[in-house]
């Protein structure tokens, strides 16, 4: 049929397909229905079919892919952007939709929270401007303090412990100090109040404030991007006799304290003019790294090379490297779009997808490490937003912070977590991506 005729009588026959479980499946007849529905009344329209089906069934919302894009318009609008003939029965697949269903209660810090890592289940790992980092458990239970760093912690992250042993937790920290510091706790410690670890080794050698630090998968090295241009590359075991030295910390109270080994950097990787101020250690000898000269490089760890060196026009804050096949860039800068760049097309350095909902600088952008198309994003405009390859609209906004939001992570595989300068860790959970 032709959908450009009278909009009262328009119809569209359709068929609902999906891939999740059999408790969401519909019959899959095909059945008419105008087609000036939107994904809102489409939701409703399977939401009814579901609950003829089992009268138990509790509502909720669903997006709508039409040929592997979701649909934005109104199916009327979508199909002639498109150029889809209505002639035939449409298929339509519905998933869920991917907004967050709780928001917990925030973790209040001293003081900005500049940096976090949701990567390990069992924990949020946070650093602020308070010189402090922070280990929290679920419901706003902080359960360890780090204390160490002499300025503003910018950086921190997991790395991966060498067993599994939830007692032999290990994670890193950078700070405006110039230094890097490697703390190991028992993530089982009590939880009465919160344990106050010094660090197990230091890591010196950059000349300025330590901007950006990114652990190799194996754990066993951690890489570093600093306002003095370079990326420096560090060996990561508290007891290697290569690169440290052990030292007696200044003494307090009269007493010396415990001795720490102190570590050199291995190699430094030169080539940016300005602040490297993101770095991320995407595979066993690959580094990329954003700087505010405005490039985007990718390092070979063995030859201490750039393969890859890509003109942005923007300086840049934030890099995330993921997507498909783990090999798309998306990164954030100095204006409120997010970009992606799949650095495997051959000769064009083009971003893939724009998405330009942000009204202010973009600060952190990370990729959900099990979906090829889900990514999250923050900014200086106080907002989070989710975001999904196949639309250029934002899943959702998340609009919990009351001031600048300063990193975002994933967690668990179903929360967003972020921190701002409203000295607030956030927390939004139910996010069914998978």
């Known amino acids: 049929m032709d959908i450009d005729g009278d909009g009262e009588a328009r119809k569209v026959q359709v068929r609902f397909v999906t891939k999740l479980q059999q408790s969401y499946k519909v019959q899959q007849a095909s059945i008419s229905i105008p087609a000036n529905l939107t994904r809102f009344d489409l939701s409703i329209l399977v939401n009814n079919l579901l609950l003829t089906a089992n009268e138990d069934w509790t509502r909720e919302p669903f997006d709508f892919l039409i040929d592997g894009e979701l649909v934005r318009l109104s199916l ?7 150029g889809i003939s209505a002639e035939k029965v449409l298929e339509i697949e519905y998933i869920k939709a991917v ?6 209660e925030p973790s209040l810090h001293d003081d900005w929270v500049s940096a976090l ?8 790992l946070t650093g602020c401007y308070d010189g402090f980092g922070r280990i929290w458990k679920a419901g706003g239970i902080c359960t360890h303090v780090l204390d160490g760093h002499s300025a503003p912690v910018t950086s921190v992250c997991n790395l991966m412990p060498k067993a599994d042993s939830i007692a032999d937790q290990v994670v890193a ?3 405006k100090d110039r230094t890097l510091r490697l703390w190991k706790f028992d993530e089982e410690d009590p939880i009465d109040q919160p344990k106050k670890i010094t660090s197990v080794k230091i890591l010196r050698g950059h000349t300025s404030a330590v901007q950006s630090i990114s652990g190799k998968l194996s754990g066993d090295m951690v890489c570093s991007g600093s306002w003095d241009c370079t990326i420096n590359l560090w060996n990561t075991s508290a007891n290697d006799n290569d690169d440290s030295v052990s030292v007696k910390k200044r003494k307090k109270g009269g007493q010396d304290e415990e001795s720490l080994s102190e570590g050199e950097a291995l190699t430094t990787l030169v080539g940016h003019t300005q602040c490297v101020s993101s770095v991320v250690w995407a595979q066993h000898e690959t580094i990329y790294s954003g700087s505010w000269d405005h490039s985007i490089r990718r390092w070979d760890v063995e030859t201490g090379k750039d393969s890859f060196n890509m003109s942005c026009g ?12 783990s090999a798309l ?12 760049w799949d650095p495997r097309k051959p000769g064009t350095l083009s971003p893939i997808f724009q998405f330009s909902s942000h009204n202010s600088w973009i600060s952190s952008c990370k990729w959900h490490d099990k979906s090829w198309y889900h990514l999250v994003s923050a900014s200086f405009d106080g907002k989070v937003m989710l975001w999904d390859l196949r639309t250029a609209w934002p ?3 998340i609009d ?12 668990k595989g179903d929360s967003v977590i972020s921190g701002g300068a409203d000295s607030k860790l956030c927390i939004s959970s139910g996010v069914p991506v998978l």
């Open 173 to 175: 920290t950078g700070s």
């Open 395 to 397: 899943l959702a906004v």
């Open 314 to 325: 923007k300086a840049i804050n934030c890099l995330s490297i993921g997507g498909e096949s």
């Open 329 to 340: 860039i998306a990164a954030g800068g100095s204006d409120p779009v997010l970009r992606v």
């Open 117 to 124: 890592d949701g990567s390990s289940d069992g924990y949020i």
């Open 99 to 104: 907004a967050p269903r709780k928001q917990e």
């Open 76 to 82: 009327e609008e979508f199909l002639l952007a498109k």
């Open 400 to 411: 919990t912070h009351g001031d600048k939001v300063l990193c975002a992570d994933w967690w």
